[in-house]
């Protein structure tokens, strides 16, 4: 059965700092992988996806993340935190049955930056 | 596109009282998914349809909640009675073929008192 595990429930960086978010995932087959940020009263936004094309994968406001297979992992980082970095982020995995469609989103990482 | 649109953005009723949530999703895309997401309990998907149909609504929490998709342009999530507990932030989203990523809307923050 898929799953997906986001190990830190709360992350806090300086500003001007790296970020990472560990997202560590279970399916029985090559998934697509997605992270997702929500800032305060908004909606989720795509931050960027894997889909079995390059391992290293670069999404919006200077994340990325690279999909190791021998880790199950899926990690999200940034070279640097901003202000606006702070917020909530999922990391999602699509579901093993063929013709399924409900993505699995794991329990969330609020990202904490100090000034 | 305008994006995935959701009204009303507030609602605040009283228990007991009927409340009807209402989606719009991005044009062409053939999914369409409602969720729920509290403190306690996260993201939680509760139903989700295909070209119109419901496809897994295993999700819905109880029979006070029922969803429909009349049509490819609009769908409402519906609770009657509605109860405290049921208070939360409601997403919808919608995506285009299978695996590929959820458009969500704003949310409606529901408050039931």
């Known amino acids: 059965a898929q799953s997906v595990t986001q190990l830190d429930s709360h992350v806090s960086v300086s500003e001007g700092t790296p970020v990472l978010l560990r997202c560590n995932y279970s399916?029985?087959?090559?998934?697509?992988l997605f992270w997702y940020v929500q800032h305060p009263n908004k909606g989720l936004q795509l931050l960027l996806k894997?889909?079995?094309?390059?391992?290293l994968v670069k999404g919006i406001n200077g994340f990325e993340a690279e999909f190791k297979k021998s880790e199950t992992s899926f990690h999200l980082t940034k070279p640097s935190a901003h202000m606006s970095d702070a917020a909530e982020y999922f990391c999602v995995v699509t579901p093993d049955q063929t013709g399924a469609n409900n993505l699995f989103f794991g329990t969330g990482t609020r990202l904490t930056v100090i000034p | 596109d305008a994006g995935v649109i959701q009204s009303p953005r507030h609602e605040v009723t009283e228990m007991g009282q009927e409340v009807t949530l209402r989606c719009k999703p991005i044009s062409g895309h053939d999914y369409l998914f409602w969720y729920r997401q509290t403190m306690m309990r996260g993201l939680e998907l509760l139903i989700y349809f295909n070209n119109n149909v419901p496809i897994d609504d295993s999700g819905m929490p109880e029979d006070r909640f029922s969803a429909k998709m009349p049509n490819a342009s609009f769908s409402t999530l519906k609770i009657q009675p509605s109860e405290p507990r049921d208070s939360a932030v409601y997403f919808c989203?919608?995506?285009?073929?299978?695996?590929?990523?959820?458009?969500f809307g704003p949310g409606t923050r529901l408050t039931v008192l």
């Open positions: 894997y889909t079995s094309a390059a391992t």
């Open positions: 399916s029985s087959y090559s998934p697509s």
């Open positions: 989203a919608s995506s285009t073929e299978t695996y590929n990523e959820q458009f």
